[in-house]
């Protein structure tokens, strides 16, 4: 009677998982082959043990293959089974365990010795695919990969379009994986879910609301392709008009690049570009999204046959609208006309203290009689990194003929331990050599207040170049960089003649 007893509390904790098990491995055929008349029926028993140490083991599903009743194995490993004359083999299942089957004979004693299943150890390294849930709903997903790099150390690269951005340092534990994403002070934290991962989007100290993420090994698609032709080719440039909530229109150049379902854009505005999008084409809807570290970018929108577009940027929080329409001549105004000195001044300067808190200004001595370019930026501004990805080289192999850059940084917080930490590592990442002082927090009015001789602060960077004089030349608001392509050449080009102009004077 105890023994049946405990037969019954033993069946009824068995989880739904082994009962799944059992389901799928006493399946019934079609067909059924005739049973006998008469059963004669017959109680077994036995102990389940690890291999590993011995030790019995509790919760191990024990049935007959062809019969409807299941045990499992008590506390300490026994198991008391009815069996019928017509069963033959026994099976054994625990999860985490490789699975057992001994064959019934006449005796009532079987022991069934479980060894562990091999888990493969999480490897990283790899193509993988992310989906960022922006919102209820709203799902945006990216492609990057994870490779070993100096010192068996791993990196993580981002991809939009032809880039392949260095998102940053990896640190992985026994159960989870952590991106820091320091260009912007954020990191992905996950959780090591199989051979997948499942997390959030936070800032690295803590403060604000993370985004949900999940992201899956070994997918290399950003949009899933379901096989829905275009009806067309958006291919081209556009007059494009961003729509606010208080009815104030901006206006941008959009650039998109079609092949097949594949789309590549990107938007220029006064203020930057949004840097390399990627995306697909379905019938008359596009879908566009960008990630490099700060937060992800996604464009929606649909399309007509005769070159008209109206589409959404999707934010957490909210949206912008936009249209535009087919034009090949669209064009921004001209962006050295947008910034400039107040009457009055003919002159530009500032007084500011380096990570170190030495205060620096453009009277310093190693600034006279020298071509000096300042450039207005933050390290938290992708457009700042895409113009700090041209500077740092473009010193180091010019700095020889009489020129000077200083760097005028306005961050997220003022504190001195952080302004130092995101300085310190910009410069390491892209290796520059030339002066950075801190202007402030990041706030264009507040950036017009700390620079007064200008006339208003528009756009994130904004650079100003300065003759051997200290006469300002010319001031360029926003920046255009190299996923616009020939827009990013051409800067590339004024660029050089303005400053080869300025040290010829």
């Known amino acids: 009677m105890r023994n049946y007893l405990a037969l019954i509390l033993v069946f009824a904790g068995l989880t739904a998982q082994l009962k799944a098990q059992f389901a799928q491995a006493t399946a019934q055929p079609a067909h059924p082959i005739a049973q006998p008349a008469q059963l004669t029926t017959r109680t077994i028993s036995g102990l389940v043990t690890s291999q590993e140490n011995g030790s019995p083991l509790e919760g191990v599903a024990v049935w007959a293959k062809g019969d409807t009743l299941p045990s499992g194995t008590q506390a300490d490993g026994m198991y008391y089974l009815p069996v019928s004359n017509r069963d033959s083999v026994l099976v054994f299942s625990l999860e985490g365990f490789q699975p057992q089957e001994i064959r019934l004979t006449s005796a009532g004693e079987y022991n069934a010795v479980l060894r562990k299943r091999q888990v493969q150890p999480f490897n990283p390294i790899g193509n993988w695919r992310a989906v960022f849930q922006l919102k209820p709903g709203v799902e945006v997903p990216i492609t990057f990969d994870i490779q070993t790099a100096a010192g068996d150390s791993l990196k993580a690269y981002f991809h939009n379009a032809e880039e392949r951005f260095d998102g940053g340092r990896i640190r992985q534990t026994s159960d989870s994986l952590y991106i820091f994403l320091d260009q912007f002070d954020n990191e992905l934290a996950f959780r090591i879910d199989g051979s997948d991962l499942t997390g959030v989007l936070k800032k690295q100290d803590g403060t604000g609301t993370p985004l949900p993420v999940t992201a899956q090994a070994g997918v290399n698609y950003r949009f899933r392709d379901e096989g829905v032709k275009p009806v067309g080719n958006i291919s081209g ?11 104030k229109d901006e206006k941008a150049v959009g650039l998109f690049r079609q092949d097949g379902s594949t789309l590549k854009a990107t938007f220029l505005r006064v203020t930057g570009d949004s840097r390399y999008l990627e995306g697909i084409v379905e019938r008359d809807h596009f879908y566009l999204s960008s990630f490099i570290g700060s937060g992800p970018g996604y464009y929606t929108g649909t399309f007509t046959t005769d070159g008209q577009l109206k589409g959404e940027v999707v934010g957490g929080h909210g949206g912008q609208d936009f249209t535009g329409i087919h034009d090949e001549k669209a064009s921004l105004p001209d962006a050295y006309t947008l910034t400039y000195l107040k009457p009055g001044y003919t002159s530009f300067d500032f007084r500011f203290p380096d990570v170190n808190g030495q205060f620096v200004t453009l009277q310093y001595k190693k600034f006279r009689n020298k071509v000096v370019i300042v450039t207005i930026g933050g390290t938290w501004c992708p457009n700042c990194v895409d113009e700090t990805s041209f500077l740092s080289p473009w010193y180091a192999a010019n700095k020889g003929r009489g020129v000077e850059i200083v760097s005028i940084q306005y961050e997220r917080q003022t504190d001195t331990a952080f302004v130092r930490k995101v300085l310190s590592r910009q410069r390491e990442k892209y290796n520059i050599s030339y002066t950075q002082v801190f202007g402030g927090l990041a706030d264009k009015q507040g950036v017009a207040n700390s620079l007064p001789s200008l006339n208003a602060f528009l756009a994130f960077p904004t650079t ?42």
């Open 464 to 505: 100003i170049f300065i003759d051997k004089k200290g006469k300002v030349a010319k001031i360029h608001t926003g920046y255009s960089g190299p996923a616009t392509g020939l827009y990013y050449q051409q800067f590339e080009k004024e660029f050089n003649d303005e400053v080869d102009e300025l040290i010829k004077k």
């Open 237 to 247: 440039t556009y007059d494009i008009t961003f729509h606010s909530a208080g009815g």
